[in-house]
């Protein structure tokens, strides 16, 4: 085991989250949905996307899309955690959305975390 001040580059000091708009919502997602459409809330150990949307390509009612992981792999620096959404280059009409999360220690994470469904308190 190596001591702290000799850990491998590869335990880095973010973990990322990468959604692709298209292949991950619907195609045709990337055209109506903007950063305004996007909110993301990060707790200690505890991430959630909102995204506002069409349910389909073309559809005019809104739908309120979530994505909650809770209990993170470990504790995350909330304020230092961000949100991009920017265009992909090489794919037509797509948008890639990053959640970029500091972690409070450079420890290795095999996955984000653990996915849930419904609401808990």
């Known amino acids: 085991m190596l001591p ?14 990468h959604l692709e708009l298209n292949a991950h919502l619907y195609y ?10 996007v909110q ?9 996307l909102h995204i506002v949307a069409p ?3 073309g559809a005019q ?19 230092d955690s961000s949100l991009e959404l920017k265009a992909t280059t090489g794919r037509f009409g797509s948008q890639k959305l990053t959640l970029k999360l500091m972690k409070s220690k450079k420890k290795r994470w095999y996955k984000v975390g653990q996915a849930v469904t419904g609401q808990r308190i």
């Open 28 to 37: 045709g997602a990337a055209e109506s949905i903007t950063s305004d459409h």
């Open 4 to 17: 702290a001040e000799e850990l491998p580059t590869n335990f880095e000091q973010y973990a990322k989250v």
């Open 55 to 57: 349910g389909s390509y």
């Open 61 to 79: 009612d809104l739908y309120l899309w979530k994505m909650v992981i809770t209990p993170l792999s470990g504790e995350i620096v909330p304020e």
């Open 40 to 48: 993301s809330y990060f707790g200690k150990q505890r991430l959630e």
